[in-house]
């Protein structure tokens, strides 16, 4: 979709790939000497090392960070039988349902007049009405992409994506800073290990268990049903949340950092602002994203004519 090598990869894995890698080194500081590359050549390797983590992250925060538009409402029809369950359904589907305000009725018809003809499919059929409706907008964007003819849906495309993957920052060290929190109180004698590690265990594993056990239409007797884990890599991004967090909870490199429980508490509180926001922000580049591609290609023959 973003044909300049410069813009994507530094927007959706370079910048959440080094932010990643900071955060993760910053108590290490003391007993390395420096969190930071000093030399050209260490800067190129933490450079290189953060573009490898960001394309981790990318992945995981695509999988535990859905942008799919959550429907509401009890009314009868298609918008309630998305395989997606509670993950809610993706704006390029929700956005071509008759009942929904984001597009003009004008310009929806004309949209799925020129989807029948340029591709033969029919977004409205009665079954996998989901499935056609993602390989047209896959198609819908190709097309643009080869005309060269998508500026501004490529850079909603890159926001959200940055936006995204810093959420997954913001989440993924909330939980390690809350652990070494956790293991200064340890140290201080304040409440015993064992208690401490049991309470931090619930609470990842509760996200892991929110995660891959989907409840469907939200009815507490399918939480208690046995199923397969529907979104692994959204589970492996929980399950990294719950091992940064007991990592730091016993420093097992014996790192000794030692910094003020409340200044930990405000950067835990700032990771959680700032990992809210971002969330809000991507879902909104993600609709712009799926708003754009197809306003633009429902004129794209008329602009070529």
Request: proline share 4%; net charge positive; glycine share 8%.
């Amino acid at each position: 979709m973003i044909e300049r090598f410069n813009f994507y990869d530094i927007y959706g894995y370079f910048l959440p790939g080094i932010s990643a890698l900071a955060l993760l080194l910053w108590p290490f500081r003391t007993k390395l000497g420096a969190w930071a590359p000093a030399d050209v050549g260490s800067t190129l390797v933490a450079l290189i090392i953060g573009y490898i983590v960001g394309h981790f992250l990318h992945d995981l925060s695509q999988c535990a960070f859905d942008y799919g538009i959550r429907i509401t409402g009890n009314s009868p029809g298609p918008r309630h039988q998305s395989s997606r369950g509670r993950r809610g359904r993706f704006p390029h589907d929700a956005f071509l349902d008759e009942d929904d305000a984001t597009l003009s009725p004008q310009l929806k018809a004309r949209l799925k007049a020129r989807i029948r003809s340029s591709f033969n499919l029919d977004v409205d059929a009665s079954s996998n009405r989901e499935g056609i409706r993602q390989e047209a907008f896959f198609l819908c964007r190709r097309t643009l992409q080869t005309k060269h003819s998508v500026s501004y849906a490529e850079q909603f495309q890159g926001m959200y994506s940055l936006l995204r993957g810093m959420t997954g920052v913001c989440w993924l060290y909330f939980f390690y800073y809350s652990g070494w929190i956790f293991n200064q109180m340890i140290g201080k004698g304040r409440v015993p290990a064992a208690f401490l590690t049991v309470i931090a265990g619930v609470i990842a594993l509760a996200f892991v268990f929110f995660e891959g056990w989907s409840p469907g239409k939200g009815r507490l007797q399918r939480l208690l049903r046995k199923r397969p884990f529907e979104n692994p890599l959204g589970v492996a991004y929980w399950a990294l949340c719950a091992f940064l967090l007991f990592f730091a909870v016993w420093d097992p490199f014996e790192v000794g950092w030692v910094a003020g429980t409340w200044k930990l508490a405000a950067i835990c509180a700032v990771l959680v602002l700032f990992g809210v926001r971002f969330k809000a922000a991507f879902r909104k580049f993600a609709r712009r994203f799926a708003e754009t591609v197809y306003r633009d290609f429902s004129i794209s023959e008329a602009t070529e004519k």
